[in-house]
Nanobody
Framework: QVQLVESGGGLVQAGGSLRLSCAAS????????MAWYRQVPGKQRELVAA???????NYADSVQGRFTIFRENGKYMVHLQMNSLKPEDTAVYYC?????????????WGQGTQVTVSS
């Protein structure tokens, strides 16, 4: 079994900062990617940021320069530092891990954490 547990969401004023964290536990052969997605009601879930096993990162254009994704050395954790938050960043944020288990590549999701940015 694989479990992803997110933390760090909440309410913040526009211009403020939040840090989201995601801890992965369970068994797998290798971890290919960890990422953050977000979703607002009535819209598709969208990629916010991702970091692969080699350390390469990519970001949605809307968060480039404001958000930073980083993995914690020696731990299966990923963080999303969100600065200069805007009301349009309001969403439920989900952690995703792409893992190799039993010779298959599988996606796993956390339960989501609410981020609300007030204007």
């Amino acid at each position: 079994q694989v479990q992803l547990v997110e933390s760090g969401g909440g309410l913040v004023q526009a211009g403020g900062s939040l840090r989201l964290s995601c801890a992965a536990s369970g068994t797998w052969t290798s971890m290919k990617t960890m990422a953050w997605y977000r979703q607002v009601p009535g819209k598709q879930r969208e990629l916010v940021a991702a970091v692969n096993s080699g350390g390469s990162r990519n970001y949605a254009d809307s968060v480039q320069g404001r958000f930073t994704i980083f993995r914690e050395n020696g731990k299966y954790m990923v963080h999303l530092q969100m600065n200069s938050l805007k009301p349009e960043d309001t969403a439920v944020y989900y952690c995703k891990a792409v893992l190799v288990r039993n010779f298959k590549v599988e996606d796993f999701w956390g339960q989501g954490t609410q981020v609300t940015v007030s204007s």
